[in-house]
């Protein structure tokens, strides 16, 4: 899931798409994408490989931010069903506010973030468990 952003490079502004893939930022602007590595960023990964629009992909049940932010609004609550693709946070970075949705269908177990919080990239902010098995 990639998201429109608005960067600065030596004092030029630029609207992109960014997406962090495999520990590594995708970033495109207009038709040519750029990978940029983060120093430190080498860690074993919290969250698996989001899903992508393909149906049947399995996504982590961790949702999170790709960007630093401020929690504007929480839209899901604990013991809710949800759809992968729901928005569930409304979360604040450079003056814009983003949506961030659902990866898994499945059952909100935790909330790990309260509105007026500011969180980091990639930081967990609800966990979804995807125990609806069909089992017949």
């Known amino acids: 899931m990639s998201e429109k952003r608005k960067v600065s490079v030596d004092g030029e502004e630029f609207e992109v798409e960014i997406q962090f893939e495999d520990g590594n930022w995708e970033v495109s602007i207009g038709d040519k994408t750029y990978t940029v590595e983060v120093e430190g960023s080498a860690r074993k990964p919290t969250k698996e490989r989001r899903a992508t629009k393909s149906s049947g992909t399995l996504g982590s049940g961790i949702v999170s931010s790709a960007i630093p932010g401020k929690i504007i609004e929480i ?62």
């Open 75 to 136: 839209l899901a609550t604990e013991g809710e069903e949800i759809e992968a693709g729901s928005v569930v946070i409304v979360l604040e970075a450079m003056k814009m506010q983003n949506e961030i949705k659902a990866t898994i269908d499945g059952r909100v177990e935790k909330i790990m973030c309260k509105p007026g919080e500011r969180v980091e990239a990639n930081m967990p902010l609800i966990e979804i468990s995807n125990n609806l098995e069909s089992g017949d």
